[in-house]
């Protein structure tokens, strides 16, 4: 159905397909500025160079510029991500899935984890963190994951030398310290799988780091800084569209409650909260299409780019709505959930983790136009196989420089965006473990029967479970 609807729009739609971004690497990144380094070295001058290098050892996202609170933990089960369960449980309802809403024309009106496990001890007894991917002692934050010095190795390496695996069993290999050297393959998807971001690795690293441009030792370090060009928002085709045809907030429809029942009852809640993703799903399909340059993605690849990052693009928004709410988290208009109401609807792990992303968001003052740059990122930073991944990078290069020139745009007095930069890119990596705690509470919330779905949400839930079982 997704691939209908999709098709059916491209014989329509006018936005999105009249541009070709600029080619690219991606953005997206480790202590976000070591991709940074890659994205914009149209700006880069030597000086910022070695701030760069600088920023780039950063290991921990909470080093930058913010006093936020600690991530709450993830649950033992959620932890594991219980994504790839059985479909079985209720039977969507409605008939209207991926395909039909992909079909409606973009402009027609629709669009109004990573665990901090601490298993071990170190010394003073204190907890220490471990490497998602083997379970050896973490040393830091390493491409977005908690890791350890081997797997994060392990990883830049196999980036930086474009190595391809095969896992001489059945892509079902137990990683862990003792064994993960056994299948390298297997090692390499656990890595993909956990979060960490192929597009942290720097491809262009050189021996020497910071040294590639060293002092003259009978002078001062001295550098022509580059002049900036600086581009306005208005300017910004990216920004401007992304402005433009960002969805209004949703209301509640009575028809999606139950014979008038109060919102207080958690059934009733629930429902309305399902209607409201689903109702955000036919937006988002609409948003993305509207877009300059998604539409002009392969067929494939769009369908695949949403199927694969939609929890990430709501919870973004939603965690972007309820900045300025202090216990709760505004789902609509007109429907704000408390954390009682969570731990009533068996949502306390989304609610918390939500919570704590609306923070990061306020502490570090985040503008409307920066939100939906990375809104956007995170639609094209999906981890999915792609047919054309060449295109899907353009895209995503356009969107990162559109997000460079907009902090110049909207901070005057600087003439570097790294830092920025930084700060924002961080966020990313909260999302994807979002992306599978939202996924784990409505596939088993389906498969108990406690709320019923439309066919759409169904799809999108079942889609992304195929892709998982095909990965691990």
């Known amino acids: 159905m997704l ?39 149209r700006s880069i001058s030597p000086n910022q160079e070695e701030h760069m290098s600088f920023i780039s050892e950063f290991t921990y996202s909470d080093d930058i510029g913010e006093e936020a609170s600690p991530s709450p933990p993830l649950s033992p089960e959620m932890a594991v991500g219980d994504v790839n369960g059985g479909m079985g449980g209720m039977v969507g309802v409605g008939s209207l899935g991926v395909g039909h809403y992909l079909a409606v024309r973009a402009g027609s009106g629709t669009t109004g ?45 196999t980036i930086q030398g474009n190595i391809e695996y095969t896992c001489p069993a059945n892509n079902d290999c137990e990683i862990n310290k003792r064994r993960r050297k056994a299948c390298q393959a297997c090692r390499f998807q656990k890595c993909l799988k956990m979060g960490m971001l192929k597009e942290g690795v720097r491809l262009d690293r050189v021996r020497g780091g ?26 910004n085709t990216i920004i401007s569209a992304l402005l433009s045809c960002e969805p209004e907030p949703l209301s509640i429809r009575l028809s999606a409650v139950n014979n008038n029942a109060s919102l207080h009852d958690p059934s009733a809640a629930l429902a309305a909260l399902s209607d409201i993703m689903d109702r955000e799903l036919v937006n988002t399909i609409g948003w993305a299409r509207q877009i300059p340059g998604f539409s002009a993605l392969n067929l494939d690849d769009q369908m695949r ?36 109401q969570a731990e009533e609807m068996g949502l306390e792990d989304v609610f918390l ?25 995170a639609l094209v930073n999906a981890d999915t196989a792609l047919d054309n991944t060449a295109a899907v990078g353009k895209l995503r290069e356009a969107i990162s420089l559109s997000l460079q020139d907009c902090i110049l745009a909207l901070n005057a007095h600087t003439n570097n965006a790294t830092p920025r930069m930084a700060q924002l890119l961080l966020i990313l ?44």
């Open 3 to 41: 691939h209908h609807m999709i098709k059916r729009e491209d014989s329509n739609s006018s936005i999105g397909s009249s541009s070709t971004p600029p080619p690219m690497l991606s953005a997206y990144s480790e202590a976000a500025t070591a991709l940074y380094n890659n994205v914009v070295k």
């Open 113 to 157: 984890g990573q665990a901090n496990a601490t298993g071990q001890r170190g010394e003073q007894g204190s907890p220490r963190r471990v490497c998602l991917v083997c379970g050896d002692v973490a040393s830091g934050f390493h491409y977005g994951v908690a890791s350890c010095e081997a797997c994060k190795a392990f990883f830049k390496r």
């Open 210 to 235: 910071r040294q590639k441009y060293r002092r003259n030792p009978e002078g001062p370090y001295q550098v022509a800084a580059q002049p900036v060009k600086r581009i306005s928002i208005d300017e």
């Open 429 to 472: 990596p909260l999302l994807r473990q979002l992306d599978l705690m939202v996924r784990h509470f409505w596939q088993r919330a389906r498969q108990e029967g406690k709320v019923e779905m439309n066919k759409l949400f169904c799809e999108m839930l079942e889609c992304h479970s195929s892709q998982l079982r095909a990965v691990c």
């Open 353 to 377: 983790h939500t919570k704590h992303l609306a923070q990061r968001l306020e502490a570090i003052r985040v503008q409307k136009e920066e939100f939906l740059a990375l809104k956007a990122m």
């Open 305 to 340: 780019l949403l199927q694969t990052s939609w929890a990430e693009v709501l919870s973004l928004s939603l965690a972007y709505r309820s900045t300025n709410s202090l216990d709760a988290l505004n789902y609509a208009v007109d429907l704000s959930i408390s954390m009682i």
